[in-house]
């Protein structure tokens, strides 16, 4: 498994630009596909975007499409998120999520059964 600490959260208004970040341990980052989820208050969690382990394949859920860019720095153990154009509905805990054998596609790691280790969550709060 992956341990996995994302930062980046805080308070944002309408409109304006976030970038999240995960830093990973271990050899196994390299190999991994990484995703990010989030959690709305009261609602399930969500599949925002995934990438493979090479960084040559990425995939986004339809309300993140054209707003949202995720990356990854394989030197750095360190995947990303960047946040643009944020609305009030995007406000949840966002959660960085790893499935060490990457092999794959990125739109095969959509679903969160397909993630073996989680972070603990960075909260985005968007203000209208």
């Known amino acids: 498994q992956v341990q996995l600490v994302e930062s980046g959260g805080g308070l944002v208004q309408a409109g304006g630009s976030l970038t999240l970040s995960c830093a990973a341990s271990?050899?196994?980052?390299?190999?991994?596909?990484m995703g990010w989820f989030r959690q709305a208050p009261g609602k399930e969690r969500v599949f925002v975007a995934s990438i493979d382990w090479s960084g040559s394949s990425t995939y986004y859920a339809d309300s993140v499409k054209g707003r949202f860019t995720i990356s990854r720095d394989n030197g750095k153990n360190t995947v990303f998120l960047q946040m643009n154009s944020l609305a009030p509905e995007d406000t949840a805990v966002y959660y960085c999520a790893a499935n060490v054998r990457g092999f794959y596609s990125a739109n095969y790691y959509t679903a969160s059964n397909r993630f073996d280790s989680w972070g603990q969550g960075t909260q985005v709060t968007v203000s209208s």
């Open positions: 271990g050899r196994t980052f390299r190999s991994a596909a």
